[in-house]
């Protein structure tokens, strides 16, 4: 990101406003595993039609995704896979911060008197 100007990081933030709704990390996780309609998607995330259109347009409009007419059904598919390698290298960020939490809590824990050494 480093020299890039204002208008620029507008995108780059928009971009990522699109991945901060867990229910549109959902519809991506889920085209993963290859293409789906909107109802597949719907049934499968427990939503209506309309919900999953609206995240599906936004993704659309942000390049994440493509759609192609069928008949009268329209099929969604990733337009840009990066966005697993960029989900998956803050998914094990995340991973690794809970199991220094867990650790931390551990170690604090062993370190904490008991109640019963607190009465000798």
Request: charged share 25%; net charge positive; proline share 3%.
């Amino acid at each position: 990101m480093e020299g890039l100007p204002p208008e620029a990081l507008t995108q780059v933030a928009s971009y990522f406003q699109a991945l901060s709704e867990p229910t549109r990390l959902q519809i991506l996780n889920m085209l993963r595993g290859g293409e789906r309609n909107v109802g597949e998607l719907a049934q499968a995330c427990g939503y209506t039609s309309a919900n999953i259109s609206r995240h599906l347009s936004l993704l659309m409009q942000h390049g994440l995704v493509e759609r192609e007419s069928r008949g009268t059904a329209v099929y969604y598919r990733m337009a840009d896979e990066s966005v697993y390698a960029l989900c998956d290298l803050v998914c094990g960020s995340i991973a690794r911060r809970l199991e220094r939490g867990a650790q931390e809590r551990k170690a604090f824990a062993r370190a904490r008197p008991t109640a019963r050494s607190q009465r000798s």
